[in-house]
């Protein structure tokens, strides 16, 4: 079920910027692209969601490409606490079922 | 600020036993999600309830039933246990009424499930 792929684990030095990408190539025109993350056994925790523009808030940056099939979450200067799985996720205007897929592992380094 | 609140956090049961857990979404939230996470997978989307009626299902087997009372908590009830059903359960809820259609969902800190 799910349609978007990532790459299942990145490096990242504290106090760098963190780029994580997210391929959705078959998104549709009315479909979001989110962000969360999950800390260890966690609940997973909301990071940002965008349809067509780019997104900024406290936690984050999302990038998403012109044509929509892919997208970037950055974490401008990332830290310890940062490590965790992070995972990108589509899902229809109005929508409520949520596909988590593999995310990517990130592991940030001092 | 308050968040999604589950209960029990552990929870021990043996085969073929029932099991009910609950979530209390965030005040003024009217929608709540069920996952269930394995160990070492991700998580599952099992089912969604808006406004006290079902929104959307995923792979919840048929042994389980939820439901989303009138103050808006929501239960889900586990019958006949097997031991693949030990996993974290997380509820999490939403405020569904945004123009955009666009919600982002606080989960709780979840519910470990022991079957033994």
């Known amino acids: 079920d799910a349609k978007t792929t990532q790459p299942p684990s990145m490096d990242c030095a504290e106090g760098r910027a963190a780029n994580l990408p997210c391929n959705h190539s078959t998104i549709s025109g009315n479909e979001y692209v989110y962000w969360y993350r999950q800390i260890h056994s966690q609940g997973p925790q909301y990071i940002i969601h965008?349809?067509?523009n780019n997104e900024t808030n406290e936690m984050a940056s999302l990038i998403i490409t012109e044509d929509r099939k892919s997208s970037t979450l950055i974490l401008p200067h990332a830290t310890l606490r940062d490590t965790a799985v992070y995972y990108c996720?589509?899902?229809?205007?109005?929508?409520?079922?949520?596909?988590f897929g593999a995310g990517t592992r990130l592991f940030v380094k001092a | 600020a308050a968040g999604v609140i589950q209960s029990p956090r552990h929870l021990i049961k043996e085969k073929r036993e029932t099991a009910t857990l609950k979530c209390y979404p965030i005040?003024?939230?009217?929608?709540v999600y069920w996952y269930q996470q394995g160990p070492g997978q991700d998580p599952q989307f099992l089912i969604s309830?808006?406004?006290?009626?079902?929104?959307d299902k995923g792979s919840i087997p048929d042994r389980f039933s939820a439901q989303q009372f009138s103050d808006y908590h929501s239960e889900l009830n586990m019958s006949s246990l097997e031991l693949g059903d030990s996993a974290l359960y997380f509820c999490?809820?939403?405020?569904?009424?945004?123009?955009?259609?666009?919600?982002?969902?606080?989960f709780g800190p979840g519910t470990r499930l022991t079957v033994t």
């Open positions: 005040p003024r939230h009217d929608t």
């Open positions: 965008g349809l067509k």
């Open positions: 309830f808006y406004e006290k009626m079902q929104s």
């Open positions: 996720i589509v899902r229809v205007v109005g929508g409520f079922k949520t596909i």
């Open positions: 999490a809820s939403s405020s569904y009424r945004q123009v955009e259609g666009a919600y982002e969902q606080y």
